[in-house]
């Protein structure tokens, strides 16, 4: 296969989502966005075309990788879903928010006097990217992240066989920030490989790898 | 007055704080901390001893300045009181979160399969730093801050005087991320200074300058 055949057009998503509460506050969490951005200098590094939907991180595009920023998750299904229209991988490395608040305030929410010591915000579903997605992949590699804190295999192996994807990572909490982790990367038929307390920058290129194996 | 009678102790807070749902979602604002930090170097700049407490920013310490690194609005309390203790002035730039969740989960909290497509997150009033710290401050300096998105002059005295600040430094939401900013510094008679569209390190210097006036 010559070099240019085997380039491929890649999406790859990256950090958290922000989902606003008022215009000045949200709900997030802690993903630094250093995996989907190792996973886009691999890709890119092994001579792909690369599309990267980045949440809001504080990290340098990498060489010859496209980014588009977005903020929420609804924001970036609707970013990932173009990008991929015309690609042959995803990896899905963003932590998206699963619940963002029902409505966004226009003024700041602020604390009246009267007001009592308890509130509740109500939130709803956001969509489910991966499952949106992988829904119409057709032979195209779709790659998707599972944050566990619990006994996580059997509950990645179910979300990689509910949500259609070809490929499940499971990671802890604890790799979020670190530029190390220790993944399982799960397939359709139970086999799984572990990395344990690897370089991203390692992890990045093995999921990357994994392009071939869909040859 | 010599230089070194002039010289003072200065707690500045600064940035928005983090207040956890679980292992690794939480509740948060957009404050980037420009403010607080310009303050800070406005501060050592001048020749005073400067303990800058930070919320989770991505800022670099000034020079000449003490950073202790906090992410609740709990943890910057217990800093801030421990700082103030034997300082002559505090500058309360951060944006501290009002509420946070009423219970952190140690687990992941993950969506069921049968689960609503809605969900409520329970919240309890966040300690209010500022009106705990100038209730016993004394004669030194307190400079609160207010974020009004509406009609703002008149909410932000009534917590000037509420809270027993000298000064109250209010500005939009639009200030929280640049490096410009236009403020309304009002003190205790209702005198105000209006600062428009000035960049954060001048607005640094004339709030430092406070300091002279409360000789």
Known sequence: MSPKSSQRTVVVTAGPTREAIDPVRYLSNDSSGKMGFAIARAAAGAGHRVTLIAGPVALETPARVRRVDVLSARDMLVATREAFRSADALFMAAAVADWRP?????????????ESELATLELVRNPDILASLARRKGPRLVVGFALETGAGIARAMRKLKDKGADYIVLNGPEALTRDRASVTILDRFGASTVMQNRPKSQIARALVGLMKEAD
Not at 102 to 114: C, I, L, T, V
């Open 102 to 114: 029902k409505r966004k305030r226009a003024e700041k929410w602020r604390k009246s006097r009267h």
